[in-house]
């Protein structure tokens, strides 16, 4: 059973960090590129970050650019989002998913495995 596990979510003072991890199981992901979805109460999911299978290439929303760091070790099939200067407008479910190409695309079209979420909670 092909799984993605996400962890490291919790609630954290804004000004905060936390790192997020993207545990995969059932088969490699090494050559898929990977996301981090996140989706707040009432709104659409959103990218927030992206990186390709190798790594070499990244991609980050607006919001993310400067505060979060995505990546990944193909070794141990995991993929991670360091998340500084957390805001209280950061407050989401985060997902992890992998594409099924080894090039990423900023919808969430075209990512075919998905985790269940994370709770991330920034308080003011």
């Known amino acids: 059973q092909v799984q993605l596990v996400e962890s490291g979510g919790g609630l954290v003072q804004a000004g905060g960090s936390l790192r997020l991890s993207c545990a995969a199981s059932?088969?490699?992901?090494?050559?898929?590129?990977m996301g981090w979805f996140r989706q707040a109460p009432g709104k659409e999911r959103e990218i927030v970050a992206a990186i390709s299978w190798s790594g070499s290439s990244t991609y980050y929303a607006a919001a993310a650019k400067r505060r979060f760091t995505i990546s990944r070790d193909n070794a141990k099939n995991t993929v991670l989002l360091q998340m500084n200067s957390l805001k209280p407008e950061d407050t989401a479910v985060y997902y992890c998913?992998?594409?099924?190409?080894?090039?990423?695309?900023?919808?969430?079209?075209?990512?075919?495995?998905w985790g269940q979420g994370t709770q991330v909670t920034v308080s003011s």
């Open positions: 059932g088969r490699t992901f090494s050559s898929n590129a």
């Open positions: 998913a992998a594409h099924a190409s080894t090039v990423f695309t900023i919808t969430p079209d075209g990512y075919n495995y």
